[in-house]
Structures are given as C-alpha cells and as structure tokens.
C-alpha cells in the first residue's frame, strides 16, 4: 500500500469513527502526508495532497468534516398537551424548543411536590423529581425559555406566602408572647414570693411545646444557594423544594465552592432524587430530620459550565450524580426577528391553569400517593426494559454510559407520571398512550446525553473548538485561498480563551492539517542566511475558498 493509500484508508477510518457518534471525537488523526521536506512548494500538486478521500480538486483529498452529526430534534409530539405551550413558546422566543421542554417539565416536575410516586411493580417505585440540564449559550435566550415555563410556578409561590404569612406571623408572634410569660414567671419563682409563678411558667412551657418552632413560609421554589441551605430550605419545607435556575452554581457548590476544604459534597443531591431520607446536624441546635427527600432540578446552563465537569470533578459521575440528569444539547436556534409571534393567550392560560391545579391537588396533598401502571403502560414497557438491557452490556452501543443507561428506565417512568399529572391531577393510573410517548423520548435523551457525556469527558473548550475558530478566520480572510503563517493565525486569535501562546496555536494548526483542511508549505533552507525562523506557511484546502454546496464538509462553519 502505498503512501496515498494508506493515509486514505486512515482517512476512512475515521469518517466511519464519526459516523457512529452524534459528536466528533477527540480521536488521533492520520498524519498529513505533505511535500518531502525540502522539496519545492508546487502551490496544491499531488506531492501536497491531504488526508482523507480523493476529491475534484487536484492534489487535495476531501478534508474531514468539523462539523458535528446533528443530534436529533425534541420530538414535541410526544409531550402531549404540554406540546402545545411548549411549541408556542419556542416559536415566540426563537429558541429550540428543548429549552422550552426541559423547564416545562421541570416545573411540572416541583408542582408535584413529590406527593405522587409510582409503583412499577411491587418493590419498585419512583418519584416523580426529575433533574434536568439543557446546555445553550449565554445568547441563545436561556433565562426567557426558563422564565417563561417558570412564570406560572413563581405566582403560585408568590400566592402561597401571602396566604399563608397572616397565619404564620401570628403564630410566631404568639410563641414571642409565651416565651415572654415563661421567662417572667421564671424569674418570680425565683423569688422569696413566687406565688403561681412555678405553675405559671409550666403552664407557658407545655404551650411552646404544643406551639412548636416559629413555622416557615411555604416555598415550591429556591434559585441560588449552597448545599446547606438547600438542605435548610427543604428542612423547612417537609423535605421538598424545586429549583429552576439559568446558570451553573448547583454545579460549583455540588464540587465544593464554598465547602470546607473545597470537597465535593453531593449527597443530599443523591438522596434527594430517590426520595430517601436525610439528617441535618446542627451544631448546638437538634438535628434536621428529613424522612422523604424530593428535589426537582430544572437547569439551563451554558456548554462551558459542563465542558470537562467529569475530568474536574470524577466523584460526580463515580458517585452516579451526572447519571441521574436528564441532558438536552440542541442546535442554536435559527431564527432572530423582531416580528416573532406572541404566545397565544389560550395556549398560555392553559398552561397556568394546568400549572396551578397540580398545586393546588397535588402539592398541597398532605400524603403520598401512588401511581399504577395500566396494563398496557405495563406491557409496553415491560417490552422496552427488556429489549433495552443489553444495550449497556459490554458491546451494547450504551456500555461507555451504562451507569447514566441503568437510571433511563427508571427516569421514562418518571417523564410519564409528569405528563399524565399535568394533563389530570387527579389520576391514579399511568396510560398506554402516555407511557408510549416517554418511551418515545429515549432515542432523543440518549443521543443528547451521549454528546454529552462527551462534553464533560474533555477539557474545558471542546476538542473541535480552536479547529473551528481557524477555519471560520481562514474563510473570513480578504483572499481565503492564500498561504497564511503561523504567526498571522496568532495575531487573529490570540483573544481567544483557548489561545493562551504560540505553542497551543501550534497545535491547533497540526489538528487541522491532519483534518485535511490545511497542507504546510515546506521550508526551503537558504545556505548562510541568519535570523530568526521564519514560521511556518500553510496553504488552504481550495474549500475554504470556494465550498462545494454538495458536500457536508464544506458547509460554513460557526465558531464554536
């Protein structure tokens, strides 16, 4: 085989690499087989080709494409009546209508309160939390998406503590009289005359027993806080709470950002998504005990927040925190008008009715209660959980996330107790058609969660992403098609978080001539001459100038 070939056949190796993951990986490339150092520079003859498959173009192979397979789109039909809202929405903010979805849920997620579960079979059960993580950049409208699938919930929590603080401060107020009364009649039973002093302060102290701890404004919701108050607020909420948040802090106070000694502390997080219970220890003060944890997470968070999470932090997935998430990793939205059409008020209305009778029925129950499978929810799923087990099996396509696969079956069943509460408060029973539509999810939260787990897997600015950059400068250029130096590369994008020197541009330049996208011009030695080195020359593939619109690699490409 000769030099060609062989640099071909990696070539294809690779394609086919990147054809069986939603997301390019950090792979090794084949070497560019470039001109014989030393040989003149002919300007794109064979002796210059690249790497990869034969192209149109003369001395040039068809580069490797930069770009990602695309991950699938949020199959809205299978949401149900929520699909209604959560496509108007999306349309109205010109976001994707993940964002949408994934906060939808996580709302309908905390009305519930963790007063439903279900009852798979008869040992086992889920609760109805769901921990959702959606990744869109800082401009790709996160905080309105959240906002507005959120707007509902934050009325309600509004609504609930200015019903309930006539009554709460006057309790606390009684338990501040009483303690008054104890510690006077304290005081006068130790006097020479205490009289009914002693009865009196006992009668002042059975009735701050009966009185108990000052009561607490009820919550549904918390945005940022540490683990500890966390903890506090579901302490004080019967052990519940939900948090809907646009940015990453759950993330840095879970590895220990304001911990003792910076540790990662991720069990309430643990617990709490299963429902178990959990203690509290005070210093000087009784210990908060928890019998029934239940936390919803509902979190819209920039790539950058996740990127190499798993390398910074192992404990997270070791501790099977990352696999108890939900992920999306949409597309950037397409769309960016003015004249984009308002949620319509019926669609709207709706979904804050729906909203507001899941917490008036069912977080404002006072006891648990199940869900039933039907049978045919039963059967479909029984189907899907048995196809579905060999899958993370060693050789299964899921095996690289099998402890994330082992929590999906468990997770659908959760998606679908959401759907039928959010459509009937009152409901008992999980349906056929409801269950088909969580299952109907899979395919979509395993590709997004692949990719994923991909991100969080490399360092902090992706593998492609310094690749990308180049390539959009290169096709920016007032003469795309000419040789550049290293140095010009440098100059152009030195203000890039990934380019910290000259050695990490270096780099980036040997990855993207091993794509194929660019050939380095060999240096031609001049006998006798002195001075610095030149830097190094490369030539563009002639795509960058001019791409075929009937290849994928030539597609413009956006810095990622």
């Not at 606390?172 to 009649?185: C, F, G, L």
């Not at 009937?424 to 409801?434: C, E, M």
């Amino acid at each position: 085989m000769n030099g060609h070939d062989h640099a071909a056949a990696q070539a294809a190796r690779i394609l086919e690499h990147l054809s069986q993951d939603p997301i390019t990986q950090a792979e090794p490339h084949p070497a560019n087989p470039t001109t014989t150092p030393g040989a003149p520079f002919t300007g794109g003859s064979e002796a210059s080709g690249i790497s990869g498959t034969q192209s149109a173009v003369a001395g040039w192979d068809e580069p490797v494409s930069l770009e990602a397979r695309p991950l699938p789109a949020f199959p809205l039909e299978r949401l149900g009546a929520l699909g209604e809202f959560v496509g108007a929405a999306a349309d109205s903010l010109q976001v994707p209508c993940d964002l949408v979805a994934f906060a939808a849920l996580a709302a309908i997620s905390t009305a519930t309160g963790g007063r439903r579960r279900v009852r798979v079979k008869s040992d086992w059960t889920e609760s109805t939390a769901l921990y959702l993580a959606a990744l869109a950049d800082s401009s790709e409208r996160k905080t309105p998406a959240l906002n507005a699938a959120a707007a509902p919930l934050r009325v309600l929590d509004a609504d609930l503590v200015a019903a309930a603080r006539p009554e709460v401060e006057a309790v606390a107020q009684e338990i501040r009289i009483t303690q008054a009364v104890m510690a006077k009649a304290e005081q006068k039973a130790a006097t020479d005359k205490p009289g009914d002093a002693r009865a009196d302060a006992e009668a002042a102290r059975a009735k701050l027993l009966e009185l108990g701890e000052v009561p607490e404004l009820p919550r549904m919701l918390v945005r940022d806080v540490t683990l500890e108050a966390l903890a506090k607020r579901m302490a004080e909420q019967g052990g519940r709470i939900g948090s809907l948040a646009s940015e990453g802090g759950l993330f840095k106070v879970a590895a220990g950002l304001y911990g003792a000694g910076g540790k990662a502390n991720t069990d309430l997080l643990l617990e709490a998504y299963t429902g178990s219970p959990y203690t509290i220890d005070r210093a000087g003060r009784p210990a908060l005990h928890m019998p029934h944890t239940f936390l919803a997470l509902g979190l819209i968070v920039p790539p950058g927040v996740v990127a190499g999470l798993e390398r910074a932090n192992p404990e997270f997935r070791d501790s099977g925190l990352l696999g108890r998430f939900l992920y999306a990793r949409p597309a950037p939205g397409g769309a960016d008008t003015f004249d984009s059409p308002p949620v319509p008020e019926p669609v709207a209305d709706a979904y804050a009715a729906r909203i507001g009778a899941l917490v008036e029925q069912v977080w404002r129950s006072q006891t648990v209660q199940d869900l039933e499978l039907s049978a045919d929810a039963r059967a479909l799923f029984a189907e899907f959980y048995n196809a579905f087990g060999t899958r993370r099996k060693p050789g299964g396509d899921l095996h690289e996330i099998a402890d994330w696969a082992g929590k999906l079956r468990g997770q659908l069943i959760r998606v679908a107790a959401c759907l039928t509460l959010y459509e009937d408060p009152t409901a008992r029973t999980i349906s056929g058609p409801r269950m088909a539509d969580a299952l109907g999810l899979a395919p979509y939260f395993i590709a997004h969660a692949k990719a994923t787990f991909d991100l969080m897997s490399r360092d902090s600015e992706g593998t492609l992403r310094p690749l990308r950059d180049l390539l959009v400068w290169l096709r920016t250029r007032p003469a795309p098609a000419a040789v550049f130096t290293a140095r010009e590369a440098w100059q152009a994008l030195k203000g890039r978080s990934w380019a910290q020197d000259m050695d990490v541009m270096a780099d980036a330049l040997t990855a993207l001539e091993d794509y194929g996208w660019i050939a380095l011009v060999p240096l031609v030695e001049v006998p006798g001459k002195r001075g610095r080195k030149p830097s190094p020359r490369y030539e563009p593939h002639p795509w960058i100038a001019t791409p075929p619109q009937s290849s994928t690699a030539a597609r413009p490409l956006r810095a990622a």
